[in-house]
T-cell receptor, first 118, second 114 residues
Framework: AQKITQTQPGMFVQEKEAVTLDCTYDTSDPSYGLFWYKQPSSGEMIFLIYQGSYDQQNATEGRYSLNFQKARKSANLVISASQLGDSAMYFCAMREVFSGGGADGLTFGKGTHLIIQP | DGGITQSPKYLFRKEGQNVTLSCEQNLNHDAMYWYRQDPGQGLRLIYYSQIVNDFQKGDIAEGYSVSREKKESFPLTVTSAQKNPTAFYLC?????????????FGAGTRLSVL
């Protein structure tokens, strides 16, 4: 079973609209972290936002917010007032503190290709 | 500027040849990682190192080798045993040990087989 599922392979959104990118995860680890990264066509991965499993409030970073619904194992990224420069691949990722076997690596979803239209 | 430098940006490998991808960081991070990305896919962990002179296999380590002789450097060798090496390779670093273990990435190396 996939640990990170991103069900939207691609999305088209009008500039200035809000965007929600879906992410569901699967873990039995009580301690984990959830991350969102942006990958422009240049290829590098840009960190956007982090949510810890014990965090009481949803994370926010500028125009980015994370809609964390722990019981549903959902960690959707919300981008407010989208801009043309937001066009990119977006990846959801998870780090399991205990189940990962001590590994520090992240488990990534397959990504969502977001295209912002003028 | 602090960051992670990967070189070269593009690399071509001949059959039976080993090639080495460079990754250098000046962020003073303890941990470093190598990921592989295939078209239309997410990243998969190849190797990681939490401290100098120590490294661990990730999910897809077969056909790859690494070394960590210096804190700043974590080169990846793609050996001839890796039968399908064509991919985009990304190096990352972080301060390890906490749940909020934000990994910062380099610009990547695209490897192709001639």
């Amino acid at each position: 079973a996939q640990k990170i599922t991103q069900t939207q392979p691609g999305m088209f959104v009008q500039e200035k609209e809000a965007v929600t990118l879906d992410c569901t995860y699967d873990t039995s680890d009580p301690s984990y972290g959830l991350f969102w990264y942006k990958q422009p066509s240049s290829g590098e991965m840009i960190f956007l936002i982090y949510q810890g499993s014990y965090d009481q409030q949803n994370a926010t970073e500028g125009r980015y917010s994370l809609n964390f619904q722990k019981a549903r194992k959902s960690a959707n990224l919300v981008i407010s007032a989208s801009q043309l420069g937001d066009s990119a691949m977006y990846f959801c990722a998870m780090r399991e503190v205990f189940s990962g076997g001590g590994a520090d690596g992240l488990t990534f979803g397959k990504g969502t290709h977001l295209i912002i239209q003028p | 500027d602090g960051g992670i430098t990967q070189s070269p940006k593009y690399l071509f490998r001949k059959e039976g040849q080993n090639v080495t991808l460079s990754c250098e960081q000046n962020l003073n991070h303890d941990a470093m990682y190598w990921y592989r990305q295939d078209p239309g896919q997410g990243l998969r962990l190849i190797y990681y190192s939490q401290i100098v002179n120590d490294f661990q296999k990730g999910d897809i380590a077969e056909g790859y080798s690494v070394s960590r002789e210096k804190k700043e450097s974590f080169p990846l060798t793609v050996t001839s045993a890796q039968k399908n090496p064509t991919a985009f390779y990304l190096c990352a670093s972080s301060n390890s040990g906490l749940t909020k273990n934000i990994q910062y990435f380099g610009a990547g190396t695209r490897l192709s087989v001639l």
